[in-house]
């Protein structure tokens, strides 16, 4: 069954994208989390009018403002002239600032992946994935003075699944320096400091790419979009998609969400219209590939969509999940050893999911590994990014505990 599917991951963006799968897929977002959408280069000027159909969608249900996605709320800002400037005359400007939002005895945040947030909802939760963590620190740095520079970071995709859409996630961090009227010789690298809601081990040696505020604020839009559609809000996720494109005309992210938002809505040629946008910008862009496979095969042109996935099939000879819904087919039939040997294999293409993670458990469980599935569950849950998730895991864990496994 062929699905749509976006981009997102921790500090993160999401990507819609449609990839031919044999099980429900997540759309890919690129948002939300760490994560950030990746940018395919497409013209800096306005985005086509005629890409637009605002009046085959009902107003959102919230108002969507983008001057809101920094806004501090007013308990911030007494956060922020109080506790934060405190830490920031005591150990300087942007070490005082990100010490002040580790501290457990202050804000006591907390990771959760479950949705992308502005500065001041994060800031009242005390919880966000990467890209709201990101963003109220930022929100934070420019009302106490401090430089900001937003940064995308080359990793390798990381794919997580919500009901049927696959979120692809890449990861977007800051750094933070002293204002230049505070710092009298201009720049000094001694005064920046890059700040990173991954583990140092996942993002050692890394290449950087700078990027506009604006990209990330299409970012937290495309998020906002990709979410909206993995609970069934069409019409909310259009015009979140359509600011983001308003918002970032260059960033191709928001292009295919756009183009998901149509298929979904039955728009069959408007969401071909976008995706061939897109492909006119990056030919071997994959998301965008897969998707309008998707599109000309509902539109009845198979010989159309079988030439792309062919094309898509040289850029990725493995589809995010292929490996994972073999393991699936093998968990049904009652070869556990074949599941064991696919869900290693998507483990080892994403170390990170732990959705891999648990369902290879489970099948070294139904081998009769006890010790091997409780590693990998353990796994699971440390790698989860929602406390619905580890609170499934836990509760795996402690059944093997049962069992005498240790």
């Not at 934060?84 to 005591?90: D, F, K, L």
């Not at 995709?157 to 009227?181: A, C, M, Q, Y």
């Not at 989860?384 to 864990?397: E, F, G, I």
């Given at each position: 069954?062929?699905?749509?599917?976006?981009?997102?991951?921790?500090?993160?963006?999401?990507?819609?994208?449609?990839?031919?799968?044999?099980?429900?897929?997540?759309?890919?977002?690129?948002?939300?989390?760490?994560?950030?959408?990746?940018?395919?280069?497409?013209?800096?000027?306005?985005?086509?009018?005629?890409?637009?159909?605002?009046?085959?969608?009902?107003?959102?249900?919230?108002?969507?403002?983008?001057?809101?996605?920094?806004?501090?709320?007013?308990?911030?800002?007494?956060?922020?002239?109080?506790?934060?400037?405190?830490?920031?005359?005591?150990?300087?400007?942007?070490?005082?600032?990100?010490?002040?939002?580790?501290r457990?005895?202050?804000?006591?945040?907390?990771?959760?992946?479950?949705?992308?947030?502005?500065?001041?909802?994060?800031f009242?939760?005390?919880?966000?994935?990467?890209?709201?963590?990101?963003?109220?620190?930022?929100?934070?740095?420019?009302e106490?003075?401090?430089?900001?520079?937003?940064?995308?970071?080359?990793m390798?995709?990381?794919?997580?699944?919500?009901?049927?859409?696959?979120?692809?996630?890449?990861?977007?961090?800051?750094?933070?320096?002293?204002?230049?009227?505070?710092?009298?010789?201009g720049?000094?690298?001694?005064?920046?400091?890059?700040?990173?809601f991954?583990?140092?081990?996942?993002?050692?040696?890394?290449?950087?790419?700078?990027?506009?505020?604006?990209?990330?604020?299409?970012?937290?839009?495309?998020?906002?979009?990709?979410?909206?559609?993995?609970?069934?809000?069409?019409?909310?996720?259009?015009?979140?998609?359509?600011?983001?494109?308003?918002?970032?005309p260059?960033?191709?992210?928001?292009?295919?969400?756009?183009?998901?938002?149509?298929?979904?809505?039955g728009?069959?040629?408007a969401?071909?219209?976008?995706?061939?946008?897109?492909?006119?910008?990056?030919?071997?862009?994959?998301?965008?590939?897969?998707?309008?496979?998707?599109?000309?095969?509902?539109?009845?042109?198979a010989?159309?969509?079988?030439?792309?996935?062919?094309?898509?099939?040289?850029?990725?000879?493995?589809?995010?999940?292929?490996?994972?819904?073999?393991?699936?087919?093998?968990?049904?039939?009652?070869?556990?050893?074949?599941?064991?040997?696919?869900?290693?294999?998507e483990?080892?293409?994403?170390?990170?999911?732990?959705?891999?993670?648990?369902?290879?458990?489970?099948?070294?469980?139904?081998?009769?590994?006890?010790?091997?599935a409780?590693?990998?569950?353990?796994?699971?849950?440390?790698s989860?990014?929602?406390?619905?998730?580890?609170?499934?895991?836990?509760?795996?864990?402690e059944?093997?505990?049962?069992?005498?496994?240790?």
């Open positions: 069954m062929n699905r749509p599917v976006l981009a997102p991951r921790h500090a993160m963006a999401h990507r819609l994208s449609s990839v031919p799968m044999r099980a429900p897929l997540h759309v890919l977002l690129s948002t939300f989390l760490c994560a950030l959408l990746s940018a395919c280069a497409t013209p800096a000027a306005p985005p086509p009018a005629d890409l637009f159909f605002d009046e085959q969608f009902a107003a959102p249900h919230q108002r969507i403002d983008i001057g809101e996605v920094f806004a501090l709320s007013e308990a911030m800002k007494r956060f922020a002239h109080s506790d934060i400037a405190r830490q920031m005359r005591e150990q300087g400007g942007p070490r005082g600032l990100i010490d002040a939002l580790n457990r005895d202050q804000l006591k945040l907390d990771y959760d992946s479950t949705q992308t947030r502005n500065a001041a909802q994060t009242e939760a005390r919880k966000g994935n990467c890209l709201s963590l990101v963003i109220m620190t930022a929100a934070f740095a420019k106490l003075h401090l430089t900001v520079t937003y940064q995308s970071v080359d390798e995709d990381t794919w997580s699944r919500r009901e049927d859409i696959v979120f692809l996630s890449s990861h977007v961090n800051l750094t933070l320096g002293k204002h230049e009227v505070d710092s009298p010789r720049y000094d690298p001694a005064r920046t400091l890059t700040v990173d991954l583990p140092a081990d996942e993002i050692l040696g890394q290449i950087t790419l700078s990027i506009p505020e604006q990209t990330v604020v299409a970012m937290y839009m495309n998020n906002r979009a990709a979410e909206a559609l993995a609970r069934g809000l069409v019409d909310d996720a259009y015009w979140w998609a359509r600011g983001a494109v308003v918002s970032a260059e960033f191709s992210a928001p292009y295919n969400t756009l183009g998901v938002v149509y298929l979904r809505h728009d069959l040629a969401s071909e219209a976008v995706l061939r946008h897109v492909l006119a910008h990056d030919a071997r862009e994959r998301q965008a590939l897969s998707n309008l496979a998707i599109v000309l095969d509902k539109q009845g042109r010989g159309e969509a079988s030439t792309l996935r062919a094309r898509l099939a040289q850029l990725e000879p493995f589809s995010p999940y292929h490996f994972y819904f073999l393991g699936l087919e093998a968990m049904r039939r009652g070869d556990f050893q074949t599941a064991k040997t696919e869900f290693a294999k483990v080892e293409r994403d170390e990170y999911s732990s959705e891999f993670h648990f369902w290879l458990g489970l099948a070294n469980l139904k081998l009769g590994d006890l010790a091997e409780r590693k990998q569950i353990n796994q699971a849950m440390v989860s990014t929602t406390n619905t998730d580890r609170d499934v895991y836990a509760a795996k864990l059944r093997l505990r049962s069992y005498g496994v240790h």
